[in-house]
């Protein structure tokens, strides 16, 4: 906690209540907050002995008003290297254009969870680690909620889909296991959206994200005066969800008490809120996820066999995006394109250097982090289509050796896919390329060439003249 504690957080903020939430999360991880009610406060403390001390700002949208870009912009221009972080009630990827354009490092959607918060402040701050600069946005693109959404081509990947898509046709329970940011959420609402259920509600619980004492009350409900706080009655999710799917996230982190409850619920089929004398007979789909493999978890003592054998009748293992890199150029394409339908952004193409230089890296955010890293990029991209320079921080982690080699084997050798704007060649030119490689690669060989390249000799002889290559190149 050493470094911690000589960490100085400014919240720009004129809502008590919200300061105090936010000076009291910090101050978990070792933080001191000080607090400016308006900008002109916030400026003139820049400029003190604590300003100077400063390792990162949290501004809310609605102090400044209209005028949020502006003060984040001239925050930057006073102090360059201290990340700013705007909170907002808007989800509008516009407003997070613009805040990221005038220098804002993370753009954080009000109510914001506890865990994200300090995720982005961890990340905003930690500097002598490039990786960690490649922080997550909490901006999520809309997607249609189904398997054909997904994309991906690797085996593994498609073996999961299958696996999925079979399940979710009936009404039994799915666990999806995987890292965090491969792709569970998405693939529990395509499940649901290709269920019995679809036309009934879903709602997904993130426990990691959830304050402990209040887990078992969101999931069972509770009567007013069950425990001190409980001013009315609440209905659980379990209840809400009659008829429909319930999905867990990140069950992994459930306390044991509340497992062994959920046991008992899942078993009898009904639910009991906290404080009540009765039950509610509920008939609920529950599909849920785990970053890491509940067995493993069995056989620690963290996780109870009993629940895992009652949500695990269909297990879906999702693979990290570092095991299908083949996937990456299809992922960066599909990406952009939906980024460039955002306000303030417009479509963008990438070049071969670029895809070689993401391909390169091992993602340990997954898709999720693929997706966050091309939305930046795309912000800042002046030109047609993202070039590996549009990726600095990429390049400082792998090192310039590292990508070349990678860069070269990803061309295959010198053919390139792409035009320098992002569109692909024309395909006789590609072919073309393709020949010339496998003449040189078997030394003028004609018969092996031909049978490398699955033709015949006639038919390769007829394309060198069709296309104007000499044998000898």
């Known amino acids: ?70 003060l984040i912009a ?82 593994t990947f498609r073996a999961a889909l299958a696996v999925a898509a079979k399940a979710a046709r009936n009404h ?20 649901h959206a290709a269920s019995p259920r679809s036309r009934m509600p879903l709602r997904i619980l993130n426990i990691g994200g959830m304050p402990i004492n209040s887990i078992e009350s969101v999931l069972f409900g509770h009567e007013k005066g069950a425990f001190t706080g409980a001013f009315e009655r609440q209905i659980g999710a379990l209840q809400h969800c009659d008829g429909g799917t319930l999905a867990i996230d990140e069950i992994d982190r459930l306390p044991v008490s509340v497992q062994e409850r959920l046991i008992d619920s899942l078993t009898r089929g ?45 297990t879906v293992a999702l693979p990290p995006l570092r095991e299908r890199a083949g996937d990456i150029p299809a992922l960066c394409r599909y990406f952009l394109t939906r980024i460039g339908e955002q306000p303030g952004l417009r479509p963008l193409g990438i070049t071969d250097g670029a895809l070689a230089l993401l391909a ?16 930046r990029a795309a912000v800042f991209c002046d030109g047609d289509a993202l070039t590996a320079d549009d990726f600095p921080q990429l390049s400082n982690i792998l090192g310039t050796e590292n990508h070349a080699a990678t860069q070269s084997m990803q061309e295959g050798g010198g053919v390139m896919l792409y035009t320098s704007d992002g569109n692909l060649r024309p395909l ?46």
């Open 1 to 70: 906690m050493a470094d911690f504690e000589q960490r100085l957080l400014m919240l720009i903020d004129d809502e008590p209540a919200q300061c105090r939430l936010i000076t009291a999360l910090a101050a978990r991880e070792g933080w001191r907050t000080i607090i400016a009610r308006d900008p002109e406060t916030a400026i003139a403390m820049l400029g003190t002995r604590q300003g100077m001390q400063l390792n990162a700002i949290i501004l809310d949208q609605w102090v400044p008003g209209d005028d949020a870009c502006a």
């Open 74 to 155: 001239e925050l930057k221009a006073r102090r360059p290297a201290l990340p700013i972080l705007m909170l907002t009630t808007s989800a509008s990827p516009l407003l997070a254009v613009e805040a990221m354009r005038a220098g804002a490092t993370d753009y954080l959607v009000k109510p914001v969870a506890p865990d994200r918060l300090m995720q982005a402040l961890r990340a905003a701050t930690v500097r002598e680690a490039p990786r960690d600069e490649l922080a997550p946005l909490t901006e999520k693109i809309t997607t249609t909620p189904d398997f054909e959404s997904m994309i991906g081509a690797a085996p």
């Open 172 to 191: 039994s329970p799915v666990l999806i296991e995987g890292e965090s940011g491969t792709g569970k959420e998405m693939l529990i609402r395509a499940i």
């Open 270 to 314: 009904d639910v009991r809120p906290i404080g009540a004398n009765y039950s509610y007979k509920v008939d609920v789909r529950l599909l849920t996820a785990s970053n890491l493999p509940l067995r493993d978890l069995v056989s620690a003592g963290h996780f109870l066999p009993e629940l895992l054998q009652h949500i695990s009748p269909v």
């Open 360 to 375: 390169a890296f091992d993602w340990p955010g997954n898709v999720r982090q693929l997706q966050a890293v091309l939305f």
């Open 428 to 473: 006789e030119e590609i072919e073309a390329d393709v020949i010339r490689l496998a003449i040189g690669l078997y030394r003028g060989r004609m018969t092996e060439v031909a049978r490398r390249l699955g033709i015949g000799r006639s038919t390769l002889y007829r394309k060198l003249s069709e296309l104007g290559i000499d044998n000898a190149a």
